[in-house]
């Protein structure tokens, strides 16, 4: 959020227009995320910034109408968020960096980046980016004679 604010600050956007930030934090309670995606539409806010496939999921179910920027969605089309990254459709728009057509080239420059190593831990919060990476990279990581330990983050 600190380089969103950082970049409408140097476009000189804060002296050109009124504007007001709400954060919402799980802080691992993902169960409260609805009600908090339901509590910014309450306030009639002009735009949802959401991360995370369950933060952005609570968004999409929360309104039509208000845009939602997803930062760093993990597959947002895998996970049914979007119809797909070019156009996708209804008020979501954002990025995603997982690409798992990238898997392979991905394990090719860590395997150069830690010389010598063959074996890594994946490890996320988001279980759609552990698995779209694993299944993307099931027939890249044995051919290269790597193993993949996978490690499920929770907070």
């Not at 009639?44 to 939602?68: D, L």
């Amino acid at each position: 959020m600190g380089t969103i604010l950082r970049g409408v600050a140097r476009d000189g956007l804060r002296r050109a227009y009124k504007h007001h930030h709400e954060r919402r934090f799980a802080s691992g309670k993902n169960e409260r995320v609805p009600e908090f995606a339901a509590d910014l539409v309450h306030l009639n806010v002009n735009v949802i910034v959401a991360t995370g496939t369950t933060e952005i999921r609570a968004a999409k179910q929360s309104t039509t109408t208000i845009p939602i920027v997803m930062v760093l969605a993990p597959d947002p089309i895998e996970s049914g968020l979007v119809a797909n990254l070019s156009h996708p459709g209804g008020n979501i728009t954002g990025l995603s960096l997982l690409a798992p057509e990238l898997t392979g080239k991905r394990l090719e420059l860590l395997r150069e980046t830690v010389s010598g190593s063959s074996r890594f831990a994946l490890s996320s919060p988001d279980e759609s980016l552990t698995t779209a990476v694993v299944f993307a990279g099931d027939e890249i990581h044995p051919a290269r004679g790597l193993e993949i330990l996978l490690a499920r983050l929770t907070y």
